[in-house]
């Protein structure tokens, strides 16, 4: 059974609400260390905690990393970039493919990476944060990112599952972060998403649906297009 009592962590986007979330509580439930990473690290007031530079779209960052922290046995995949526009026709080259480097080859890279490190870790996790737009694709760019980290966190699952590594994949609708700053609605406490993410990671679990968004997004997948986007519904029947 999974455990954060002794884990090494490495949290990506550490900066962020969700990642300082990971960060705080991961050395609350027993890590020894975690690994802070960002493009610009921020400091800390814990000796446990060890800033990293990492930036997920590049290759020699991502080598220097698994140099730097090769005693990892929790890889948490938490930074995105997300876009404003919900329109994916409107978006610039610029935007999509930041939010492809970002939300899908970045953490695919880092957790090919990091595999053999996890591989020989006792108590192994991989953590993707995906978002309950991967399964409802409203969000452009950004949704069509988290749905392909979404299949290839099922691919990692099922490669990694025979070392024994546990797979999480987080689905969650809007979180109380700056990236959500302009969207309206109710949103999750990031505290109350992470405290979710470990408890799933201790309960050998290999999904997390935070919210109702992502139950509900989650439903609709095996129903009709016009169930999920009742938008088209005159059109189907027309």
Same mark, same amino acid.
Request: hydrophobic content about 50%.
């Given at each position: ?14 900066? @962020?609400?969700? @990642?300082?979330?990971? *960060? ?9 260390? &975690?690994? +802070?990473? =960002? ?5 800390? !007031?814990?000796?446990?905690?060890? %800033?990293?530079?990492?930036? &997920?779209? !590049?290759?020699? /960052?991502?080598? #220097?990393?698994?140099?730097? +922290?090769?005693?990892?046995? &929790?890889?948490?995949?938490?930074? @995105?970039? /997300?876009?404003?526009?919900? #329109? ?36 192994? *996790? ?5 978002? $309950?737009?991967?399964?409802?694709? *409203?969000?452009?760019?950004? /949704? ?18 025979? $070392?024994?590594?546990?797979? &999480?994949?987080?689905?969650? @609708? ?8 302009? =969207? ?15 408890? #799933? *990671? ?21 129903? %009709? ?9 005159? =059109?189907?029947? /027309?």
């Amino acid at each position: 059974m999974p455990t954060l009592d002794g884990a090494v962590v490495l949290v990506t986007g550490a900066n @962020g609400g969700i @990642g300082t979330q990971l *960060v705080h509580q991961s050395l609350a439930r027993g890590a020894s260390k &975690v690994y +802070a990473s =960002a493009r610009q690290p921020r400091a800390w !007031d814990d000796p446990r905690i060890v %800033p990293l530079i990492l930036d &997920v779209t !590049d290759a020699d /960052s991502i080598r #220097a990393a698994t140099r730097a +922290a090769a005693d990892v046995t &929790v890889l948490a995949n938490n930074a @995105g970039a /997300s876009v404003h526009s919900p #329109a994916i026709l409107e978006h610039t080259d610029a935007e999509i493919r930041a939010n492809v480097e970002v939300n899908f080859l970045g953490p695919l890279f880092l957790a090919r990476a990091f595999a053999p490190i996890l591989r020989q870790a006792s108590n192994a *996790v991989l953590i993707d944060i995906h978002s $309950a737009l991967s399964w409802y694709a *409203v969000g452009g760019i950004y /949704s069509a990112t988290k749905a392909a980290l979404w299949s290839a966190t099922n691919s990692l699952r099922l490669e990694l599952d025979p $070392a024994g590594v546990l797979v &999480v994949g987080v689905h969650v @609708g809007y979180v109380d972060t700056a990236m959500a700053r302009h =969207a309206a609605g109710p949103k999750v406490d990031p505290a109350d998403l992470v405290g979710a993410v470990l408890d #799933a *990671v201790e309960g050998d679990e290999y999904e997390v649906l935070a919210d109702e968004k992502s139950v509900t997004a989650k439903a609709t997948l095996s129903a %009709p297009i016009a169930v999920a986007y009742p938008q088209l519904a005159r =059109a189907a029947r /027309s």
